[in-house]
């Protein structure tokens, strides 16, 4: 006789099969899915065999007494069936699969026992309820929160990650008025504003599934991929520009603005350093303590673009080959400004004093000592 | 006599004759913890009034450990080259002794206070959240031993309780110190927010009927405001400590000047929570002298309207004067001006606090019980602080006297002799009413001389130390910056240490009080200071559900005028009703059903986790994670219960149908 | 208190006279006691010693500028508190309970109330007016004559005084502990620091301005007179924040220009064959690895350059290429000059103090035995990070000198090395 515990074991012979049988098909890894999932089968067949003769799991005619209206519908059965179809899957195509699934079983059988246990607690069904969902609700809601928050964060990334930022912050717009309209709907209650907001929820949720997969497919927009490929972080060396989106405005964050040193001024053809506290007393050497991270400013006041260029000193290989040291702003646009940090450990030989420059224009310098 | 009720109805009859099992049965260890007596009826409490009462005890227990900090601190200054600690001991001790006085003292205190009395105050039967209230008080707890746990792991915090970066960085300060006290911090600034959220509804919503926001009880106006300041300080400093325990623990650069960044962001960020800060101190002392001070003058408080007022506008104000404790790091000249007059400007507010305090006392008729000494030693105390802090409002003047024992001195005459005298005066004047039992006042007069005497022993020299040049935070001073004569830091240092322990003499005989006099026979009468306000209108200690009745006001100062009656000939006050016929007269009235919340797990476990996430973000991320789970389940276990526990969980009734049981 | 009954549960049965009476005159005398101690501070504060740091001693233009507005203040504040004290005082005697009848319940009096506040209002005004003409005025920068990088690092002061022709400063001068200026110049300093926050505090000469990493502050500081001036460290930072002191000296223009040239003579190294010579070959093996001394030559002739930023967290130690000029090491903490050479300098009126000054450490002056107990075990005498098993966190650099094993016979070698650099 088909009853509770054995038709557990025939859902999963026959959803096994099935997955057989589509693996099958869909994949040419047939000697390994084929001995896996056919040892499976027969097993779970076994088993279904084995309890369907017994009646083990089967609710009694005693504990049916008691329990009043006994077990009713439960999805956990099928669910476990799933797991293991994921596990035997897995085995043959990806590990992760495997552990998914065996996270599947094990949720359902904890859900699985709860259910049991509950369904026999009392002869009244709507305790037998509350009793189990004061096990399983706070396991449950988070659980079912967290899956779904992480889906539509998922979907929502995606397309935020492909279209343009100014599509972006109309589009974060619109997502977050909607939200407001449909929970103020929702908080207002009455039967026709519920099916409106209800409606506008799962037209979101259409919207929002149609366009995480099309924002997927598509891939990012240009200038993030491109920023990637660029290192958009990492600081270019002293040559030409290779990054288009570097970011052009450090000098504007309030902490190097408060922090500088000196600004260095490049001015009608004039390379000039002034101090922080003698900002009015132009100064062409600067002093600047040695190992301590300095902040100078440099001020492009000039007609054409313009980059400063900090020499440190001459770099000796164990090969005698020799190389510049160096350090530089981006080139900046007339009126802009651009901060350039220093951290200079040693002081500079006598005979050759650290300097700031700037590229292509000759004959103006500021010293640079480090005591 | 009310009944607080259980919802109604027997043991449901089932077909067959068979009954439903018991809940204990049923539920095992998920049934409510519904029991009234016990260890169990503590820790699982929603009521105001236990939780007030464990807020105290831990407070006053946090407050020893402070001061004991407090006296080893000038142990080791009492002579120059002190050998008591060393270095690191001392700078551990040091910032230790704020963290504990401020944060697991002072606002603790308040709170214990605040939850006490203000629902009592404004008639209502608990505050608004009764299971917010309680997981706040676990949170203090676990935090206050987190942060402490520091000591026994390898050294506490040393980098001064204002932990300025990037001193308080992982290269500074390699202990853990500093990890157990950013996030211990963030664990009590838990209970601080979800108080403070508790509190504003509870007043806004609860208050008794024909009780207007301008006949509140002024100590519930202080508390009302202070919430507001918590609301909005709290997450100050979130953010910092979150900032300091990434940069900390993830290697986050937000104050590495190497990556560009400002270590005076920390500055700014902590002194925006941390002046707020100052006025959450010190606003609810200011309310409990400013009970005190009437009903011991036999008088209403002399301007109710403008302290209220006054005591927002130092709520308001207190937002835009943080600087001037940055006076010293650089500004620039104009914000140090504007932060400098700014600070002038608080200063009058807090002076209106003083004339009105002086004023009610104008014109009564004095009674100096031992509430009444402390409320009076405030006043005198605090005036002193205030007026030395007007001094250094003054920047240029500020540029000398900060980091100086001037104002080491200048805060401590503000919070020992404002914040913790008006604590000390509602210990005496609301003991009765919490323990029925009156303290000993020729105890408590001693008790109050000593501190007292100690206090301006220890912190009076301290002004003289630092206008002398002694800087704070120095583990030791030595004989060659101490200056010639018999006036110098060897002697102030000398007076301070010994006045430190005549302090530590005064706050025993408050211990010793409680001791004798909890066990004494004999219960305080109904009203033994003739009182004003409505929480005196119930029993002493109050029933579970506060008041039999609600009462209905129509005068600020409720109870007074319920006893007395002006002669209109005289002008003068007649009595007219005793306490005690008052309080019959509102039981004859009693309510018929009244409905209590349910005393829960779920706080203490969600309080539980945040000590289990804390200590795995320190040794090992995968403990932090299982907290996380607990945490979370604990959240939606809470979420999911009802505030009233359903008749499952209850015993069934007794035979006969009495709903005897209450749960509360 | 005589018994423990409720006070005032029934009026007049508790408010007996001479119990009340007892505690009004305990009251006013503590009244008065409280009143006084704004004065009391005052004056004691100023006259009683003579504290090196003292705050309320100026000696020079810009801490008398806080001076003039700091006194007045103290004075206004004084006279509110004694009012105050008086008013509650006389309520408290006034107004006891002496059986009189509870009185009316006014609620306040506005007239009163708004005057009480305007008073207190306008006095803050006028001195807010003060005090922003002296903030304004000590933050100039445009009129001072010497610029002085100041950088402060756990925990000693470094000091570099940038090429400034007009003071003979032709090539960078660099030191530490003490800080040299001619009197009665305006000079500016300009502050940062290597590692955590630190505050620089003269108090004879200005107030405390911090030296916060990655920023440049500025402190303007001016003496009257030649003269020693102390200061201590203000903004708490680690360890050994108690042992980071700081004297300012105060020089004639003359013996300025005099200990410029100093500073900027060549390296002379010791003759051959004397213990000093030896000592120069000890520093080249151990402190060298920190600690510059400009013009010195190793072995094979190439100039020995310090790498502190391979071994200390901070990247520098203080050159010691003048250390006898300055009375001072690790930080100002320990003197170099016996008491009684040390008392010579410090106690010299203004006229005598140059000269004093620029004798520098003297082989009879030089106090042996600190410097020594600093070379046998420096962490022993001052706290630091300088334990190797603490060293996790910045990668294995000292936070301060460790402990370098010198031997008894190397330490000898160093006393007399170092005593050659005057």
Partial sequence: MVRTGSRHFLGLAVVTGAAFLVLLFALEQLALAGVALSMLVAVLALFAWFSVHSGDGDVSASEAAVAGPGAGAAPWPAVTAAGVVLVAVGLVVDAVLVIGGIVVMLASLAEWLVLAWSERSSADPGYNRDARGRLLHPIEFPVAAALGLGVVIFLFSRIMLAIDKASGALLFIVFGTLILVAGTLFAAGGGGRRVVSAAIVGAGAVGLLAGGVAGGTSGLRADLAEAREEGHYLHPECGPERAKYFDKHAERTVSLRASVAAIVEMRDGALVARLTGLEDRPQSTLTIPRSNPTTIIFR?????????????????????????IQDCTQLIEPGAEHALTLTIPKPAP?????????????????????P | MAIIERPLGGAPALPGGASLPTPAGTYGVLRRPVTTTGWKSWVFTVDHKKLGIMYGVTAMFFFIVGGVEALLIRLQLAAPDGKVLNADLYNQMFTMHATTMVFLFVMPMAAAFANYFVPLQIGARDVAFPRINAFGFWCLLLGGIFLNAAWFLGGAADGGWFMYAPNSGPIFSPSHGVDFWALGLQITGIASLTGAVNLIVTVLNMRAPGMSLLKMPIFTWMIFVVQFLLVFAMPVITVALFLLMFQRNFGATFFDVAAGADPLLWQHLFWIFGHPEVYIL?????????????VFSRKPL??????????????????GVWAHHMFASGLGPVSVAVFSVATMAIAVPTGVKIINWTLTMWGGKLVFSTAMKFAIGLIV??????????????APSDT?????????????????????????????????????????????????WLMVIGMNMTFGPMHILGLQGQPRRMYVWTDARAGEGVFNFAFWNMVASIGSFILAVGVLCFLVNVWITSRRPGRAPLDPWNARSLEWMTSNPPKEHNFDAIPTVSHLDEFFHRKYEEDPATHTMRQVATAEQVLADLESRADAHIHMPSPSYWPVVVALALPIIATGLIYSHLVAVAGGVVLLLGIYGWALEPGTAPDSDMDPPAAGGVPAVSHG | MSHAGPVGAREGSVGSVPRVMRTVRARARRAATGGLVLAGAAALAGCATDAPQDTWQPKGPNAKIIDDLQKPVFAVAGIVGVLVLVAVGWAIWRYRDRGQPIPAQTHGNPVLEITLTVIPALILTVIGIFTFRTVLELAKTDDTELVINVTGQQWWWEYDYPVQEEFGITQPIITSGQLVFPAGTKVLLRETSRDVIHSYWIPALNGKRDAVPGRVHTLRIEADEPGIYAGQCTEFCGLSHANMRMEAVALSDADFAAWVANQQEAYVAPAAGTLAKAGEEVFLNQCVRCHQVNGLLRADGTPAIAAPDENVWSGAAPNLTHLMTRNTFAGAMFDLLTPACRERVWGASSADFGERYLAGVSADCLDENALRAWLRNAPAVKPMYANPTQLAATGGKYRGMPNLGLSEADIDKLVAYLLTRQ
């Fill in chain 1, 300 to 324: 492009n006041e000039d007609g054409t673009d313009r980059r400063l260029v900090a020499n440190l000193g001459v770099k000796t290989f164990e090969d005698g080959s020799t190389e510049l």
């Fill in chain 1, 350 to 370: 006598a005979d050759a004093p650290y300097t700031l420059t700037v590229a292509g224009v000759e004959g103006q310098a500021i010293t640079l000592v480090v």
């Fill in chain 2, 302 to 319: 002399f301007g109710y309207p403008f302290v209220v007022f006054s005591g927002a506008a130092i709520g308001f104000v207190g937002w």
């Fill in chain 2, 400 to 448: 000398q006297q900060t980091d100086t024992y001037y104002i080491v001195a200048h805060f401590h005459y503000v919070l020992f002799g404002g914040a913790i005298f008006g604590l000390f005066s509602g210990f005496y004047y609301w003991w009765p009413k919490v323990f029925g039992k009156l303290l000993d006042e020729r105890l408590g007069s001693w008790n109050f």
């Fill in chain 2, 282 to 294: 010190i606003l609810p002392s200011f309310g409990i002298i400013s009970e005190v001070l009437p």
């Fill in chain 2, 381 to 394: 105390l605090f005036t002193i602080g205030g007026l030395s802090g007007v001094t250094h409002s003054v």
